[in-house]
């Protein structure tokens, strides 16, 4: 992957937040709400929204181009839209980026370095 190159130090530190303790706050946060995309009983991508900002949306990497990703996307900007948001926020990895242009976000401000990856900002007007 393009964010990370399988790199054990970058990924530990990327992932050494999402625990399942995290996670079950992050999800009964205050103004927070998450979608999962699931094939029979295994999750193939997850989407959490806080706010105006989509703070995590990945998928796994057979879920992939086949509009999983892009159903989780339309899931959160349909709930902010009818929580009164008018702007979505994000921080879009290399990777991810072309997904969220195709989508309709654009880059504001410059890229950020964070744990050996590169963020760069995006919004989408609602």
Excluded at 89 to 100: G, K
């Amino acid at each position: 992957m393009a964010d990370h190159a399988n790199e054990p130090a970058i990924l530990a530190t990327w992932l050494a937040n999402k625990t399942p303790e995290n996670l079950a706050a992050w999800i009964t946060a205050p103004g927070a709400a998450a979608w999962g995309a699931y094939r029979g009983e295994t999750m193939v991508g997850f989407a959490l929204l806080t706010q105006a900002s989509l703070a995590l949306c990945y998928l796994l990497p057979e879920a992939l181009h086949q509009g999983v990703g892009r159903g989780l996307l339309q899931n959160a900007e349909a709930h902010a839209r009818k929580a009164g948001v008018t702007a979505l926020a994000l921080d879009s990895t290399r990777t991810a980026e072309a997904f969220y242009r195709r989508n309709g976000f654009e880059p504001v401000g410059a890229p950020q370095a964070w744990a050996g990856l590169q963020a760069q900002p995006m919004r989408k007007v609602l």
